[in-house]
């Protein structure tokens, strides 16, 4: 669980008004606070800053000159719900009326003449939120994800006793015919069954074995590194045959390597990150997925050539889920993303 300066070290502000005077002393409290905190003097600037970076609290003042909060607030939902938006009056006297509140799709209100300290608890609740619905949709990702790896365990037992199932009877077949040659070929295409069975049974076990040591123990819970490729590719097993698309794998550690951590939230989010570039690609095409290090950091790479296309508000949830995640951060080019995993 990341504390509160940790989370707010990650959280981005946008602070909006048209007196200078208020901009730069909220500002410079904020900042002192721990704040991580922009400007804008006006509506227009404030929409072109929102278009260049991701923020996750606008503090907007409603009565300012061409663009006023309600405008500027209708101009954003248009295309982001997701932004906790703090509406701010300079004087009582300047309260919206309740009716326009109400209508409003705003988290909160504050009125500037009540302090910069009751800003700041209007702040805390408003992290606090904004964690919370993180954790709900990490929840999410997490479930859905443990449902795909629960079907593509099941598959895999199943093709496993389908398989022996097969080489029974062949076996049978061949002890009770006295007339047939139990040929070398024979003998070595069932040797070459069986042992396939029992390494798929194997890595299943394994699989099963990290996942229930995850949940079960704390998040400093040690996996080795074939674990999380081996789970990832279960987890996506279902979505692979579906799409068509194939994941390729690779490992680039050091020898007996490990990792710990919230290695368990990555892997989520690695999955479901992959299962939308899995639906956005064509059937027969394929993923890239580099599992790499250096001293400070693991490094969970994703190369595609359609990560320009993901869905906008889809992967911003993403991304605002990293964002209270505890020793993870993320990095975008235009065909990879890379998800970086702080060695603890």
Do not use: H, W
């Given at each position: 669980m990341m504390t509160y300066s940790e989370l707010i070290k990650n959280v981005n502000i946008l602070l909006v008004d048209d007196d200078e005077d208020y901009l730069l002393m909220t500002n410079a409290f904020l900042k002192q606070l721990g704040?991580?905190?922009?400007?804008?003097?006006?509506?227009?600037?404030?929409?072109?800053?929102?278009?260049?970076?991701?923020?996750?609290?606008?503090?907007?003042?409603?009565?300012?000159?061409?663009?006023?909060?309600?405008?500027?607030?209708?101009?954003?939902?248009k295309k982001d719900q997701e932004l906790i938006i703090i509406l701010q009056t300079g004087f009582s006297g300047q309260k919206p009326p309740i009716e326009t509140m109400q209508n409003l799709n705003i988290q909160n209100y504050h009125d500037k003449t009540e302090g910069i300290?009751?800003?700041?608890?209007?702040?805390?609740?408003a992290i606090k939120i904004f964690n919370q619905q993180n954790q709900i949709e990490l929840a999410k990702y997490r479930t859905n994800a443990i449902g795909n790896l629960i079907i593509g365990v099941a598959q895999e037992i199943k093709?496993?006793?389908?398989?022996?199932?097969?080489?029974?009877?062949?076996?049978?077949?061949?002890?009770?015919?006295?007339?047939?040659?139990?040929?070398?070929?024979?003998?070595?295409?069932?040797?070459?069954?069986?042992?396939g069975n029992k390494d798929s049974l194997e890595r299943v076990d394994k699989v099963l074995t990290a996942i229930i040591n995850q949940v079960t123990t704390d998040e400093d819970y040690v996996m080795q590194d074939e674990e999380i490729v081996e789970i990832i590719k279960l987890i996506l097993k279902s979505v692979?045959?579906?799409?068509?698309?194939?994941?390729?794998?690779?490992?680039?550690?050091?020898?007996?390597?490990?990792?710990?951590?919230s290695v368990n939230d990555v892997i989520f989010i690695v999955c479901e990150i992959l299962k939308q570039l899995m639906e956005l690609q064509e059937r027969g095409t394929s993923l890239d997925f580099v599992l790499t290090e250096d001293e400070n950091n693991w490094y969970f790479n994703i190369s595609s050539d359609k990560i320009k296309m993901l869905n906008d508000t889809k992967f911003y949830l993403v991304r605002k889920i990293i964002i209270s995640i505890k020793n993870i951060d993320i990095h975008e080019e235009e065909n990879r993303i890379q998800l970086i995993l702080k060695k603890i």
């Open positions: 704040y991580s905190v922009d400007t804008a003097i006006n509506g227009k600037d404030a929409l072109e800053k929102l278009n260049r970076k991701d923020y996750q609290i606008l503090l907007l003042d409603y009565f300012m000159p061409e663009m006023n909060g309600e405008e500027v607030i209708k101009e954003i939902r300290d009751r800003l700041n608890l209007e702040l805390i609740s093709a496993n006793l389908l398989s022996v199932s097969a080489g029974i009877e062949v076996t049978n077949m061949l002890i009770q015919d006295k007339s047939l040659m139990i040929e070398r070929e024979n003998l070595e295409r069932l040797n070459k069954s069986y042992k692979s045959r579906e799409t068509g698309v194939i994941l390729n794998s690779k490992i680039a550690l050091k020898a007996k390597s490990y990792l710990n951590g």
